[in-house]
């Protein structure tokens, strides 16, 4: 595609459901990003995956956050027994490759919502 | 640790005058810094990165290392230059990831 792809755009839940963000990357793109970004922050660093492993998951918060990228393109994030504090807009990037020179392009984001 | 401080969260200037948004890392290491830009309604992209030491619509960021500071300047503020603008870095010591700093949003008066 074009550019990173993000979907849905927007996403209500009530608390303590399971919700799963969807993101398809630019093509080719081996490098993906999730990043979390509550009202008047920046972007916080969730997971990275180089292919289909996960390089660094350090970032999520807690053991109700999950994401997989089984064929090392599209890529989902699940968020488990969701809570208020969950919500923000949640933005996935994807790079050609790492290391210097590298572009992360972004996607629109997903808004979550959970009340 | 690693750390990107943007100490504005809001800055406005008149159109035509100089502006400057302040960055100041924290990093063990060489980073490579960047910033992005975010545009109402649209997606965070990449304005400039330091290694390419190039000047993007007007837009040139040097990086001083014993200052840790990637300060993003332009001579002339444009009505377009409106945005939040965010300063990020990345290296291996970070995992190739990229931190981000809290953002400036930038108005210019028309």
């Known amino acids: 595609g074009a550019g990173v792809s993000q979907t849905p755009s927007n996403k209500v839940t009530e608390k303590g459901k399971y919700v799963e963000l969807r993101c398809d990357p630019i093509s080719g793109h081996t490098a993906l990003y999730w990043y979390r970004q509550s009202l008047g922050q920046g972007p916080e660093f969730l997971i990275y995956?180089?292919?289909?492993?996960?390089?660094?998951d350090s970032g999520l918060p807690n053991d109700r956050f999950f994401a997989v990228r089984p064929e090392g393109s599209v890529s989902t994030l699940k968020i488990q027994r969701t809570e208020r504090g969950d919500s923000a807009v949640y933005l996935c990037?994807?790079?050609?490759?790492?290391?210097?020179?590298?572009?992360?392009?972004f996607g629109q984001g997903t808004r979550l919502t959970v009340v | 640790a690693q750390r990107v401080t943007q100490p504005e969260k809001l800055l406005s200037v008149f159109k035509g005058a100089p502006v400057e948004l302040k960055c100041n890392y924290s990093y063990s290491g060489s980073p490579e810094l960047f910033w992005y830009v975010q545009y109402s309604r649209q997606r965070l992209q990449l304005l400039l990165r330091h290694i390419s030491r190039e000047s993007i619509k007007g837009f040139t960021a040097d990086l001083n290392k014993g200052e840790t500071s990637f300060h993003l300047k332009k001579p002339f503020a444009q009505e377009e230059d409106s945005a939040m603008y965010y300063c990020a870095l990345s290296g291996q010591r970070s995992g190739n990831q990229f931190y981000f700093g809290t953002g400036t949003s930038l108005t210019v008066i028309p």
């Open positions: 990037a994807s790079s050609l490759t790492t290391g210097e020179n590298t572009e992360a392009f």
């Open positions: 995956f180089q292919g289909t492993g996960a390089a660094d």
